[in-house]
T-cell receptor, first 115, second 116 residues
Framework: ETGVTQTPRHLVMGMTNKKSLKCEQHLGHNAMYWYKQSAKKPLELMFVYNFKEQTENNSVPSRFSPECPNSSHLFLHLHTLQPEDSALYLC??????????????FGQGTRLTVV | AQTVTQSQPEMSVQEAETVTLSCTYDTSESNYYLFWYKQPPSRQMILVIRQEAYKQQNATENRFSVNFQKAAKSFSLKISDSQLGDTAMYFCAFMRTQGGSEKLVFGKGTKLTVNP
């Protein structure tokens, strides 16, 4: 248990559906991340938020829409996805980089299948 | 831009033996963090070991140790007395200490199998 919780663990959705992935942490971290992990591909950073402000958008298609209402919660809203968007979506959080114990803590991921 | 390269897609080792996973990176920063993460079949990404670049001493965590060569931009992971539970994907990652956004840049990973 890392302290980062993702829901749901598994999601199957049609290409016309709208769904949301949720991530929460109560570790007091300031930064939260979404990563996409596809089979046989490296981890792809999608978005970074720092104190609720988006600091990185790695050229992610607009069918993925992040939302960070506060430092503890991060959402990824999904709409009109494509089958190639099927992947494991990992959320992570980290404390300020100046800390002695800087590291990213990961959730267990949401396995998304687009049909 | 920072890049992380893991040149060994797959490796295997016999139980109780030692294995070394390679990682090189590219950056113009003088201080940064380097990490090794483990992802077992359960998918949970777990930190194995962390190294801050300004520290010359190599980090160790029980059976896990690193060989950090800053000039060569190399950060290898040595696993001693390998155990079956060490079977997992291992990712090398980089994080800058200041400027820009906090982001971990990952290598492609090395799939390690520990054989009984």
């Amino acid at each position: 248990e890392t302290g980062v919780t993702q829901t749901p663990r598994h999601l199957v959705m049609g290409m016309t559906n709208k769904k949301s992935l949720k991530c929460e942490q109560h570790l007091g971290h300031n930064a939260m991340y979404w990563y996409k992990q596809s089979a046989k591909k490296p981890l792809e950073l999608m978005f970074v938020y720092n104190f609720k402000e988006q600091t990185e958008n790695n050229s992610v298609p607009s069918r993925f829409s992040p939302e960070c209402p506060n430092s503890s919660h991060l959402f990824l809203h999904l709409h009109t996805l494509q089958p190639e968007d099927s992947a494991l979506y990992l959320c992570a959080s980290s404390p300020p980089r100046t800390g002695l114990n800087t590291e990213a803590f990961f959730g267990q991921g949401t396995r998304l299948t687009v049909v | 831009a920072q890049t992380v390269t893991q040149s060994q897609p797959e490796m295997s080792v016999q139980e109780a033996e030692t294995v070394t996973l390679s990682c090189t990176y590219d950056t113009s920063e003088s201080n940064y963090y380097l990490f090794w993460y483990k992802q077992p079949p359960s998918r949970q990404m777990i930190l194995v070991i962390r190294q801050e670049a300004y520290k010359q001493q190599n980090a160790t965590e029980n059976r896990f140790s690193v060989n950090f060569q800053k000039a060569a931009k190399s950060f290898s992971l040595k696993i001693s007395d390998s155990q079956l539970g060490d079977t997992a994907m291992y990712f090398c990652a980089f994080m800058r200490t200041q400027g820009g956004s906090e982001k971990l840049v990952f290598g492609k990973g090395t799939k390690l199998t520990v054989n009984p």
